[in-house]
């Protein structure tokens, strides 16, 4: 028997509401293989009408819900955005870390890495009063030192991987760390089924923009089971397209539908993460050192 989860004040399931606020320097990454790289000023735009446009229209959205998410914010769109972070912020939303312009960190070194973390903490810090606490990997996937650094960095939570359907301790140098993971879907992430570019191509080598019905189904269909579980489901939206007038209704719809359960506990991700280490202890409490460096099969003592 799969052992339910307990939440706070004996709530069902969790919630987090998060988005990635990835300005253009996304558009910019994608088409880092394009000849016209930097160049390609139309799809730089589609980036930019997330911070310029949609988060104020998702705030709104979110105020009317009570609803407070987690913005994921690359040092570089803030550095740039500052008025934006500063109200995302000012309404009770938590900003975490999303790399500087939201580099590949499996290309990196791990003196790279420390430098663009540590950048953006100093950014966001600057702008907000208050240092993340939490990170997402941007595009592609970490490095295999990226945990430790996070977990040396004293990050309390990663949202980044797609291991479970709700939080656990990444495992590092053979034995939980007290790096808590709040794992995410592909399935829960709007630039699978909406992101659309014409040129770069994005999604590469398919034509569509997904159903909104359908979308809207699979979102709440997502939460159902995830609710009847008591699980902690993790949406992963972008401004630039789930904060698009037409798109934002499909948003509406599936805060609409999760808010009329009272049993549910929204959160962001700085309280999952909280909440976690209180209810459910790591093992190995005090024998973990962040930083150790015992060889282990995942690549522990590899430093670049
Ligand atoms: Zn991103």
Redo the contacts with the bound molecule.
């Keep these: 028997m799969m052992e339910r989860v307990k939440w706070p004040e004996g709530k069902r399931s969790a919630v987090m509401f998060s988005f ?1 606020l ?1 300005g253009d320097v ?1 558009w910019r990454n994608m088409s880092a293989d394009e000849p016209n790289a930097g160049k390609l000023i139309r799809a730089r735009s589609i980036g930019q009408y997330g911070p310029n446009r949609c988060v104020d229209m998702i705030l709104d959205l979110l105020d009317k819900y009570k609803v407070k998410a987690t913005f ?1 914010v ?1 040092g570089f769109v803030a550095e740039h955005n500052r008025e934006v972070v500063r109200r995302i912020a000012d309404a009770g939303h938590e900003i975490g870390n ?1 790399g500087y312009t ?1 580099e590949r960190f499996v290309e990196k070194t791990v003196e790279e890495q420390r430098a663009i973390i540590g950048k953006t903490q100093r950014i966001i810090k600057e702008i907000t009063g208050k240092e993340p606490e939490g990170f ?1 990997t ?2 592609g996937d970490w490095h295999v030192r990226t945990p430790y650094i996070l977990s040396e960095m004293g990050f309390a939570y990663s949202s980044s991987m797609r291991g479970d359907d709700k939080p656990y301790y990444t495992v590092l140098d053979g034995e939980e760390s007290d790096l808590v993971e709040i794992p995410s879907k592909w399935e829960l992430d709007d630039y699978v089924a909406q992101a659309y570019s014409v040129y770069p191509a994005e999604p590469s080598g398919l034509d569509r923009i997904s159903c909104y019905r359908n979308v809207q189904d699979n979102d709440i269909r997502e939460f159902r089971g995830y609710y009847d579980m008591g699980l902690c489901i993790v949406f992963l939206m ?1 401004p630039q397209i789930s904060g698009a007038p037409g798109r934002i209704l499909v948003l509406e719809e599936v805060l609409k539908e999760i808010t009329s359960h009272e049993d549910v506990w929204i959160a962001t991700g700085r309280e999952i993460a909280k909440y976690w280490k209180q209810a459910y202890p790591r093992k190995n409490q005090q024998s973990h050192k962040p930083g150790s460096r015992r060889n282990t099969p995942d690549g522990g003592g590899k430093e670049a």
């Design positions: 990635d990835d996304i994921y690359p999303h939201h997402r941007p595009s972008h």
